[in-house]
């Protein structure tokens, strides 16, 4: 915690009677950053970022915002500004007014000149030069976006808010709207803070993570770090796809960790760096990602630490890879990823098959 950040929580709890929606947190967004809050619904990610705006007040702990404590500062005197999933904007007023509107109630007041002036440059910044006199109606889903965005940014917020502002977009335009919203963040300079349920969206995105799960941080990290060394099964699952494999624990060193299955199978890997610490005869699991597995028709040699034979349930094109879920008689369906050029003959449905990974490809981690 110090100068550098732009959001701190110290031991925060939100309560809504008797449930407990965020339970005790703590972290620190840095400034100028882009972080993200990632999670399922019911999670506390949306209430976390209430309490950022001023518009929720914590039950316990604090919350500072550029190392002010804000505990019962009203949303509107809070250098944040949201851009929220619907966009909110006015529908009867052109969109230079929308934009300007909140200039309006600024202290000292501003003229209405340098209201449109200042419209005018937030508009050029969003791409949008030439846009003023349109209604909202008359634009597109994107554009829209682009709109809340200026309007969020004209006012110059130390910290600005995204509550999952791309979810009504279709994928190609969420895309670009990702794109838009990298730009903009790395232009302004300020922070942005994100709340999605989309992974993917927050990994393209976001300079750190934090995965929450029923209204803790159960791990924050850098994108990379979230996907390649995940704390435990929630985050591996949640954060891309993983196969996991469960077991008891045998035998622990610094560099690796060997798990038996309930089949009797004894598999090596090494511990995941970033999480709880395994002991020996505790539960425990392994996470391959579906591109750490190599897949060979039957009879093929697959020179891997693991090779198990199964057979094809499915094969599924998704242009760049070919996913393939095949059936193992240990594990059940593991999912396989084959990057296209390096898929030299498909695997038919029900084709046998063999599958197998490298030690090192996998994770050894706690529930």
Not at 142 to 150: I, K, M, Y
Not at 305 to 321: F, S
Request: hydrophobic share 40%.
């Amino acid at each position: 915690m110090g100068d550098s950040n732009d959001i701190e929580f110290c031991k925060v709890v939100k309560r809504y009677g008797s449930v407990t929606a965020v339970d005790g947190l703590n972290f620190a967004v840095r400034r100028g950053s882009f972080h993200a809050f990632l999670g399922g619904s019911g999670c506390g990610k949306t209430t976390t970022l209430r309490m950022i705006a001023g518009f929720e007040q914590p039950s316990e702990g604090h919350v500072l915002l550029a190392g002010r404590n804000v505990a019962g500062v009203p949303a509107f005197q809070r250098p944040v500004n949201m851009v929220f999933q619907h966009y909110a904007l006015f529908p009867h007023m052109t969109v230079s007014e929308n934009i300007a509107y909140g200039l309006r109630y600024r202290t000292p007041r501003i003229d209405t000149r340098q209201q449109r002036r200042l419209a005018d440059e937030a508009l050029e910044m969003v791409r949008l030069s030439g846009f003023g006199s349109r209604r909202p109606s008359e634009l597109s889903g994107g554009q829209q976006q682009r709109v809340a965005l200026a309007r969020a940014l004209v006012n110059k917020p130390t910290v600005l808010l995204l509550d999952e502002p791309l979810a009504a977009l279709d994928r190609k335009l969420r895309k670009e709207m990702q794109s838009e919203l990298l730009r903009l963040q790395r232009e302004v300079g300020i922070t942005f803070v994100l709340v999605t349920h989309d992974q993917e969206e927050a990994l393209s995105m976001s300079d750190s993570i934090s995965v929450m799960r029923d209204g803790t941080i159960v791990q924050t990290a850098t994108p990379e770090q979230l996907y390649e060394t995940p704390a435990s099964r929630y985050v591996a699952d949640f954060i891309g796809e993983s196969n996991v494999i469960e077991g008891t624990v045998s035998a622990v060193s610094a560099s690796v960790v060997s798990l038996r299955t309930a089949e009797g199978l004894q598999l090596n890997c090494p511990p995941t760096p970033s999480g709880q610490a395994l002991t020996v005869n505790a539960p425990g699991c392994i996470a391959v990602r579906p591109e750490a597995i190599d897949i060979r028709a039957a009879g093929s040699t697959l020179a891997r630490d693991v090779r198990l034979d199964g057979q094809v349930e499915d094969r599924i094109y998704l242009g760049n890879t070919t996913e393939y879920r095949v059936r193992t008689q240990p594990f059940g369906i593991l999912c396989v990823r084959v990057p296209r050029q390096q898929e030299t003959q498909p695997l038919e449905h029900g084709a046998p098959v063999q599958v197998g990974w490298d030690q090192a490809s996998g994770l050894a981690m706690t529930f």
